[in-house]
């Protein structure tokens, strides 16, 4: 299975300790080298984390065609879509908004850090996903009432 990862799941999961989901899940990640850079650019959160074998660094070959994303996205939300589009990725993981939708336009398989817990709870690696989303949250990840209170009731833990 092929997944490409943007980097804020990375953070996200990695803020709270749970960076090993993505890898009991999908084994292999990869990434652009834009998100290595950003999640190297500072210690925090996924700076050590990005170093575990199971993530690959891997460089976009649609160069000239990355100013158009350029226009509605950062570097690392462009090249993790133009690397999931050109090694046609079974998954992209990425949560911000615009990126995701855009992503969804070009017919990838896209899915964000929500879906990550709740696939890591159906599959008996979590017990819950509220107690780690409240973590995140905690920890400075941002969702809306309406989302929080919206997917918790749809996946029953609210």
């Given at each position: 299975m092929k997944v490409v990862s943007n980097s804020t799941p990375i953070i996200s999961l990695s803020t709270i300790g749970e960076i090993n989901i993505l890898h009991q899940l999908f084994g292999t990640i990869l990434i652009p080298q834009a998100v290595?850079?950003?999640l190297k650019?500072?210690?925090a959160p996924g700076y050590q984390e990005i170093d575990a074998a199971y993530f690959q660094v891997k460089t976009i070959e649609g160069?000239?065609?990355i100013?158009?994303?350029l226009?509605?996205?950062d570097r690392g939300e462009a090249e993790a879509i133009m690397l999931a589009k050109?090694?046609?990725a079974d998954t992209l993981i990425i949560d911000e908004r615009?990126?995701?939708r855009i992503a969804r336009a070009q017919d990838i398989n896209t899915i964000g850090t929500l879906t990550i817990l709740l696939m890591a709870k159906q599959q008996g690696l979590i017990e819950s996903v509220k107690p780690l989303l409240d973590a995140m949250i905690i920890q400075g990840r941002w969702y809306s009432h309406f989302v929080y209170n919206d997917f918790l009731k749809?996946?029953?833990e609210i």
């Open positions: 290595y850079y950003e650019s500072k210690k160069t000239p065609y100013g158009f994303l226009n509605d996205l050109e090694i046609k615009t990126a995701y749809k996946i029953g």
